[in-house]
């Protein structure tokens, strides 16, 4: 029985050393795109869990962490997006 | 991984625990006096609590952070009934006793007491948390 030598022909899972193009690679449109699906997820949960409080099948503090849970994700989404429009006002802001 | 999020599922959790003990001392104060039921007079119940992993994945890797807690069962109390001579009762016995629930009522009130402390007590845990988080948002500013 004779032992394969390992070379180049494995193809790497990800491959690290080409930049990743818009094709492949994540932008940061897709990744705001993510957390504002994640703010209107946590919100539909917090009506939810609202509407279930007040039909008397859940609990207030179930309510209350739902609601705190979207308002927490909101700001993150927030402090995202502010970051992102800094950075894009500081490169058109750049003299070329 | 851990997040600070499990941390405050595994208090609401806790919430749910409390929640449900104050329940039963509400049940045995209500049923104090109470001497019909299924099968005989009420008898006092009691809440028994398990801990609950919140990540079941961590917690089969053993290495999970925050452990809530899950009521594994409401049990009766099986100490013997009070016997009360009342013989106008309709439930008396021949010889003129009747049997009622063994709830001590100062019992019950100290019981949902503390449930009701612990409850408090997880609302500032799951507070605490909740700034946590809020002061690291701040962190970008």
């Given at each position: 029985?004779?032992?394969?030598?390992?070379?180049?022909?494995?193809?790497?899972?990800?491959?690290?050393?080409?930049?990743?193009?818009?094709?492949?690679?994540?932008?940061?449109?897709?990744?705001?795109?993510?957390?504002?699906?994640?703010?209107?997820?946590?919100g539909?949960?917090?009506?939810?869990?609202?509407?279930?409080?007040?039909?008397?099948?859940?609990?207030v503090?179930?309510?209350?962490?739902a609601?705190?849970?979207?308002?927490?994700?909101?700001?993150?989404t927030m402090?995202?997006?502010?970051?992102?429009?800094?950075?894009?006002?500081?490169?058109?802001?750049?003299?070329? | 991984?851990?997040?600070?999020?499990?941390?405050?599922?595994?208090?609401?959790?806790?919430?749910?625990a409390?929640?449900?003990?104050?329940?039963?001392?509400?049940?045995?104060?209500?049923?104090?006096?109470?001497?019909?039921?299924?099968?005989?007079?009420?008898?006092?119940r009691?809440?028994?609590?398990?801990?609950?992993?919140?990540?079941?994945?961590?917690?089969?890797?053993?290495?999970?952070?925050?452990?809530?807690v899950?009521?594994?069962?409401?049990?009766?109390?099986?100490?013997?009934?009070?016997?009360?001579?009342?013989?106008?009762?309709?439930?008396?016995?021949?010889?003129?006793?009747?049997?009622?629930?063994?709830?001590?009522?100062?019992?019950?009130?100290?019981?949902?007491?503390?449930a009701?402390?612990?409850?408090?007590?997880?609302?500032?845990?799951?507070?605490?948390?909740?700034?946590?988080?809020?002061?690291?948002?701040?962190?970008?500013?």
């Amino acid at each position: 029985m004779s032992i394969v030598p390992v070379d180049g022909s494995i193809t790497p899972v990800v491959d690290i050393a080409t930049p990743s193009s818009k094709e492949n690679g994540v932008g940061f449109g897709d990744s705001l795109t993510r957390l504002i699906g994640a703010v209107d997820t946590s919100g539909q949960e917090a009506n939810s869990a609202v509407a279930r409080m007040l039909d008397g099948s859940g609990d207030v503090h179930d309510a209350m962490i739902a609601l705190q849970r979207a308002e927490l994700t909101f700001q993150m989404t927030m402090q995202v997006r502010n970051k992102l429009v800094q950075a894009y006002q500081e490169i058109m802001r750049m003299p070329v | 991984m851990p997040t600070l999020t499990d941390a405050i599922d595994a208090s609401a959790s806790a919430l749910a625990a409390e929640r449900t003990r104050i329940e039963a001392a509400v049940s045995n104060l209500a049923n104090a006096e109470s001497t019909r039921g299924p099968d005989g007079p009420y008898r006092r119940r009691e809440v028994v609590l398990a801990a609950d992993p919140t990540n079941q994945f961590d917690a089969a890797l053993g290495r999970a952070g925050a452990v809530g807690v899950r009521v594994a069962g409401i049990v009766e109390d099986d100490s013997p009934l009070k016997q009360r001579f009342q013989p106008s009762h309709p439930d008396a016995n021949e010889a003129g006793f009747v049997a009622l629930p063994n709830v001590n009522p100062s019992e019950e009130v100290v019981d949902m007491l503390s449930a009701a402390r612990a409850y408090q007590a997880n609302l500032a845990a799951i507070g605490l948390v909740r700034d946590l988080i809020r002061q690291s948002l701040e962190l970008s500013r």
